[in-house]
């Protein structure tokens, strides 16, 4: 899979923003797609995972009520990660990937899927 992440700005505390995430390559129906995040000087982690075929959805515990994760109606080549309520902390590169194990490996911050380059979100006080 090819994956592009867009939608990254900055805004001030309390924010929204909107990212998406093109996938093109293959079919997505039988793969969970997932955004990360990495913060200067922080590892890296799991944000948010949609199995695409059951809908099934997974948020890390502090982003839960402020992100949502979805795919697009339509199609099956883009997920968007709406976010809400935007904090400071918030504050990284986000990624979009490709996770072959169904959000498990997304749970850890890691996955062995493919990758899309990251878009900068930034939360100012």
């Known amino acids: 899979f090819q994956l592009q992440a867009s939608g990254g700005g900055q805004v001030h505390s309390g924010g929204s923003l ?3 995430c093109v996938v093109s390559g293959g079919s997505l129906r039988y793969v969970a797609v997932a955004w990360f995040r990495q913060a200067p000087g922080k590892r890296r982690e799991g944000v948010s ?5 059951a809908k099934t959805t997974w948020y890390a515990e ?3 009520g ?3 994760i979805s795919r697009d ?3 099956d080549t883009t997920v968007y990660l709406q976010m809400d309520d935007l904090k400071p902390e918030d504050t990284a590169v986000y990624y979009c990937a490709t996770d ?3 959000c498990a490996a997304t749970m850890t911050g890691e996955s062995r899927g493919d990758w899309g380059q ?3 979100v ?3 006080s």
């Open 18 to 20: 909107r990212l998406s």
């Open 49 to 53: 995972c949609i199995i695409m075929l």
């Open 62 to 64: 502090h982003v839960k």
């Open 66 to 68: 402020r992100f949502t």
């Open 73 to 75: 109606k339509a199609n």
């Open 100 to 102: 072959p194990s169904l």
């Open 118 to 120: 990251g878009t900068q």
């Open 122 to 124: 930034t939360v100012s």
